[in-house]
């Protein structure tokens, strides 16, 4: 197996086993959506538009005490390695459903009965982690189009590579690494809103990369707001609570 | 998963008469929260298949087939053999599952039972290479749900495991001119353990394993864990648009250690009695 950590306890791209990718969100990115936002996490490249709320269509999908969210987490054909076929594969599929998941507990979709919103995720560079940074982008997505939420929704990925429970895995870091653990919370309410796992953990590294995973979300939570912050209120104000 | 048609007023009314059952511990079923269903499993029920068992978690009932073939490993693993999981909910399953191809239910059942036989390493792959970088064995495992009353992932993962753990298959080797042969000596497949799914619901407060139709119908979020014979995670997937607390998620897996071991169990018991024939 490859090594992904070197003698010094570094990763292959430099980072500690605790630290975090350099993150960058922009809010407000796309003129014709409702609300919209751009992230980078490493190599992450993903845009999100929201529209809504809005007639719903099909009108059978329409439910009369709320709103229903849709999400198409969807990737670019260029943004991975080998070239990706444009139709939906199942892995997409799947994630646009735990994406939808894990957003919808913030949302407060009773507000608005009988309408649609709709959440598109495209991935323009896919780097490891692109569900987890997709979902931090999309809650920006949501605010920014001014839909009623609970709390903001906030996600990262904790895993283990090369023996070591590390963060924010790398394309590299998780397809050769031994775990990858998305998990996504409500970082003002404490709730866990998404959780998946694939390989293997003890139940000691488990408990270490969960604390490690809501602890990165605090940190991630605190960009999320300045990027509306920066928006709303001015970049001279940001600080000044 | 759902397969109870949701009213809005009818879902409310029965989730407060769900939460304060539950709130006395009970169900309605009379199991306590912890309990699962009486589960049977039988194995080798198709004689075409490679292995085969069909599954009973109550009244839940699937049955799972393995076909092992010849095929192209993928390019980036060029050296190992093949796992396709794929499930399909029968319209003769429930009064609600239509034809067609799978919605995002079937594909995240699939995709979640594939994880816990994949990342676990049941099957070791690389025992099925034949011309490594061109032909390798295949192993398709497909489920086909045949009545639906809730957890279904928990019963196609029992299904799955049972009937990889119960393939046979001729011995494949390549002959001194390249060429892919079968022996008449019949083998199973390289198998390194068992690993298995536990999958909890939240209602309320409550936290329940084995949900049935009624109680996935109202419940606030659903956990799956799958266990691997050395007691440790090896998949994980939360579902349904609900929230869980750090320490339910915790909880939660405390709770699947400790049912992962009784069900592996049942399952290996199952596997003894058919090797004996």
């Not at chain 2, 607390?245 to 939660?252: G, S």
Request: one cysteine or more.
């Amino acid at each position: 197996m490859k090594e992904l950590i070197d003698e010094k306890g570094l990763r292959i791209d430099g980072r500690r086993v605790d630290e975090l990718r350099p993150l960058k969100i922009e809010v407000g990115v796309l003129k014709n959506a409702d609300g919209s936002s751009y992230i980078e996490m490493g190599k992450n490249k993903i845009v999100v538009a929201v529209y809504g709320p809005k007639e719903v269509h099909p009108k059978h999908q329409a439910l009369p005490d709320r709103s229903v969210l849709r999400c198409r987490y969807h990737m670019a054909p260029f943004s991975t390695d080998t070239r990706k076929p444009p139709q939906p594969s199942r892995r997409e599929i799947e994630i646009s459903k735990v994406i939808r998941e894990a957003l919808e507990p913030a949302l407060m979709l009773e507000e608005y009965p009988r309408t649609a919103i709709d959440v598109y995720l495209e991935v323009l560079q896919a780097d490891g982690g692109s569900r987890c940074a997709g979902i931090t982008a999309s809650a920006v997505a949501l605010a920014d189009a001014g839909i009623s939420m609970r709390d903001m929704v906030v996600a990262c990925a904790a895993g283990k590579a090369s023996g070591q429970v590390v963060i924010d895995l790398n394309d590299v870091e998780d397809k050769e690494g031994e775990a990858d653990m998305p998990i996504a919370i409500m970082p003002n309410l404490n709730q866990l809103t998404l959780f998946q796992l694939d390989g293997i953990l003890t139940p000691e590294e488990f408990e270490k990369a969960f604390d490690m995973a809501i602890n990165a979300c605090r940190t991630i939570y605190d960009a999320q707001r300045k990027a509306l912050m920066d928006k709303y209120f001015g970049k001279a104000e940001v600080g000044e609570e | 998963m759902s397969a109870v048609k949701k009213s809005i007023v009818v879902e409310q009314l029965r989730k407060v008469q769900m939460i304060e059952l539950l709130s006395k511990e009970k169900r309605l079923d009379n199991r306590g929260l912890m309990d699962f269903r009486p589960i049977t499993i039988e194995t080798g029920v198709i004689e075409k298949a490679n292995g085969s068992a069909r599954v009973q978690v109550g009244n839940t009932q699937v049955i799972a087939g393995v076909k092992i073939e010849i095929g192209d490993p993928f390019p980036d693993t060029p050296d190992k053999g093949l796992l396709v999981v794929n499930t399909e909910v029968l319209p003769l399953a429930s009064a609600y599952a239509e034809p067609g191809p799978p919605d995002e239910d079937a594909i995240e059942l699939a995709r979640v039972v594939d994880r816990g036989v994949r990342e676990s390493h049941m099957i070791d792959l690389s025992k099925l290479a034949l011309i490594p970088g061109k032909k390798v064995l295949a192993v398709f495992v497909d489920v086909n749900v045949l009545n639906t009353d809730g957890n279904l992932l928990d019963a196609t993962s029992y299904a799955t495991v049972a009937s990889i753990a119960t393939s046979k298959m001729p011995r494949y080797y390549v002959d001194e001119n390249g060429q892919i042969k079968q022996s008449d000596e019949i083998i199973p497949l390289p198998i390194n353990g068992i690993p298995v799914s536990v999958t909890m619901a939240r209602i309320g407060d409550a936290l329940i394993v084995d949900p049935t139709s009624e109680e996935e119908a109202v419940m606030d979020a659903r956990i799956t864990l799958v266990l691997d014979e050395d007691g440790n995670l090896c998949a994980g997937q939360k579902g349904q648009p609900g929230t869980l607390t750090f320490d339910q998620v915790k909880l939660a897996t405390n709770i699947a250690k400790v049912k992962a071991k009784e069900i592996r169990e049942i399952i290996k018991g199952e596997i003894t009695k058919y090797a004996k024939g």
